[in-house]
């Protein structure tokens, strides 16, 4: 059984959504989000990375970062910037990217079924990442980033969406700068409300698809005020968390690309020598860079500036094996680590990955700049293998899915009072 609450969303004002939307906080730098926002003071990365408003320098978990965001986001409620409607309701949220559009339900999950492993995840979360954004929540008093989770679609769910996003007029519709369409619309009816709790009761299980951190913090500021709270019923809104519930035939995992910075002390002919032990190497004579076309199979790029076709040898890897199966796997087991020395991908500095979004171009683009030697171009992970592993109860390698678009922060916001 899956849960879902409705909430009353703090949202942008008419007219105003595409000035307030925001990409995700962990998806540029400082920098970077200081020069999107120098010509926008409504962006709400004023609020999910408000050190852009501190002097530059300023340690990201400093406590005047999280005092910042308070001011800055309850000054866009205070101003009439944001809103919040009247009484609970569900959301509806499309993205419309290269002609291809996802539809997923804004609402909250449960705390107590994250807490339960009733929402399943695939990756583990860094301590670091996790404390900092407890903070964040827990001085803002609200959730500002959605938790970006999937579910193994049921047609009666998939189709009652569907019907909404074609009849209702929607509350927001606007293009980003980076081409993505987003459309919102409120679902405030009570019958429709109910028609999508109970049927959410129906599915046994809801994934994480992205965005583990958010959403392992948001749970333990819950955890921590219901511990605080002597009065405690199991209806406070923290005991509920921000979400953005996609079918999983809608969504679209993207290559997640590997470069390297050296070759372990290797000469090229010591190198190859060492990867055709594990792998069939086959020269692309293509002018277009090698993109994997079926699992087991990599492109390989290095300082010759030819692409290679790699293809994984039978019994090299376990095919019965959920994680082991992997391609990300398999390249980390049977060429990375092995013979490249790189043990662990999360904390090596010699290993630096770059999503399926920036094109196979910015792989050639690294390696005849210099600034790396090797690249790797991969086969997406399945939505599938995701919640293969997740339901194993295992965890999948760093850096295995990139998912787009990104959803954008500043359009729903949970206030946990």
Same mark, same amino acid.
């Given at each position: 059984?899956?849960?879902?609450?409705?909430?009353?969303?703090?949202?942008?004002?008419c007219?105003k959504?595409?000035?307030?939307?925001?990409?995700p906080?962990?998806?540029?730098?400082?920098?970077?989000?200081?020069?999107m926002v120098?010509?926008?003071?409504?962006?709400?990365l004023h609020?999910?990375k408000?050190?852009?408003?501190?002097?530059v320098?300023?340690?990201?978990?400093?406590?005047m970062?999280?005092?910042?965001?308070?001011?800055?986001l309850?000054?866009?409620?205070?101003?009439?910037?944001?809103?919040?409607?009247?009484?609970p309701?569900?959301?509806?949220y499309?993205?419309v990217?290269?002609?291809?559009?996802?539809?997923g339900l804004?609402c909250?999950?449960?705390v107590?079924?994250?807490?339960k492993?009733?929402?399943?995840?695939h990756?583990?979360?860094?301590?670091?990442?996790?404390?900092?954004?407890?903070k964040?929540?827990?001085?803002?008093?609200?959730?500002?980033?959605?938790?970006?989770?999937?579910?193994?679609?049921?047609?009666?769910?998939?189709?009652?969406?569907n019907a909404y996003v074609?009849?209702?007029p929607?509350?927001?519709?606007?293009?980003?700068?980076?081409?993505?369409?987003?459309?919102?619309?409120?679902?405030?009816?009570?019958?429709?409300?109910?028609?999508?709790?109970?049927?959410?009761k129906?599915?046994?299980?809801l994934?994480?698809?992205?965005?583990?951190h958010?959403?392992?913090?948001?749970?333990?500021?819950?955890?921590?005020r219901?511990?605080?709270n002597?009065?405690?019923t199991?209806?406070?809104?923290?005991?509920f968390?921000?979400?953005?519930?996609?079918?999983?035939?809608?969504?679209?995992?993207?290559?997640y690309n590997?470069?390297?910075?050296d070759?372990?002390?290797?000469?090229?002919?010591?190198?190859?020598?060492?990867?055709?032990?594990k792998?069939?190497?086959?020269?692309?004579?293509?002018?277009?860079?090698?993109?994997? =076309?079926?699992?087991?199979? #990599?492109? &390989?790029? $290095?300082?010759c500036?030819?692409?290679?076709?790699l293809? +994984?040898?039978? *019994?090299?890897?376990?095919?019965d094996?959920?994680v082991a199966?992997?391609?990300?796997?398999?390249?980390?087991?049977?060429?990375?680590?092995?013979?490249l020395?790189?043990?662990?991908?999360r904390?090596?500095?010699?290993?630096?990955?770059?999503?399926g979004?920036?094109?196979?171009?910015?792989?050639?683009?690294?390696v005849?700049?210099? =600034?790396?030697?090797?690249a #790797?171009? &991969?086969? $997406?992970t399945?939505?599938?293998?995701?919640?293969n592993i +997740?339901?194993? *109860?295992e965890?999948?390698?760093?850096?295995?899915t990139?998912?787009?678009?990104?959803?954008?922060?500043?359009?729903?916001i949970?206030?946990?009072?």
């Amino acid at each position: 059984m899956s849960l879902i609450h409705p909430f009353r969303a703090v949202r942008p004002a008419c007219g105003k959504a595409h000035l307030i939307a925001a990409l995700p906080y962990d998806v540029m730098n400082s920098d970077e989000a200081r020069e999107m926002v120098k010509d926008n003071p409504l962006s709400f990365l004023h609020v999910d990375k408000s050190e852009i408003d501190l002097p530059v320098g300023t340690e990201l978990y400093d406590e005047m970062v999280y005092q910042k965001a308070k001011e800055n986001l309850y000054g866009l409620i205070n101003n009439g910037h944001l809103i919040q409607d009247d009484k609970p309701c569900l959301y509806l949220y499309q993205q419309v990217m290269d002609g291809r559009a996802q539809t997923g339900l804004v609402c909250c999950a449960s705390v107590e079924e994250y807490e339960k492993d009733l929402i399943k995840k695939h990756e583990k979360t860094l301590a670091r990442k996790e404390a900092d954004r407890i903070k964040h929540v827990d001085t803002t008093n609200a959730q500002t980033g959605p938790i970006f989770l999937t579910f193994r679609t049921k047609k009666e769910i998939e189709e009652r969406m569907n019907a909404y996003v074609k009849n209702a007029p929607p509350i927001y519709d606007f293009v980003a700068e980076d081409n993505v369409r987003h459309i919102a619309w409120i679902i405030d009816c009570e019958q429709d409300i109910e028609f999508f709790i109970s049927k959410f009761k129906e599915v046994p299980t809801l994934y994480i698809a992205d965005g583990h951190h958010r959403c392992a913090s948001a749970c333990r500021v819950g955890q921590q005020r219901k511990e605080a709270n002597p009065n405690h019923t199991g209806k406070e809104e923290y005991n509920f968390f921000l979400c953005v519930i996609f079918p999983d035939t809608q969504l679209e995992i993207m290559d997640y690309n590997r470069v390297l910075k050296d070759f372990n002390g290797l000469n090229r002919e010591q190198f190859i020598a060492k990867v055709e032990e594990k792998f069939i190497i086959e020269e692309y004579s293509n002018t277009e860079p090698y993109k994997p =076309e079926k699992p087991t199979t #990599f492109g &390989m790029y $290095p300082p010759c500036h030819i692409w290679f076709k790699l293809t +994984a040898k039978k *019994g090299t890897f376990q095919e019965d094996d959920p994680v082991a199966s992997l391609d990300v796997s398999i390249l980390q087991n049977n060429l990375l680590s092995p013979i490249l020395n790189i043990g662990d991908p999360r904390t090596d500095k010699r290993i630096d990955f770059v999503g399926g979004i920036r094109g196979l171009k910015e792989l050639e683009k690294r390696v005849k700049s210099g =600034e790396e030697v090797l690249a #790797f171009s &991969m086969f $997406p992970t399945s939505m599938e293998q995701l919640m293969n592993i +997740a339901d194993a *109860g295992e965890i999948m390698p760093p850096k295995s899915t990139w998912f787009e678009p990104k959803l954008r922060s500043g359009l729903f916001i949970h206030l946990l009072e």
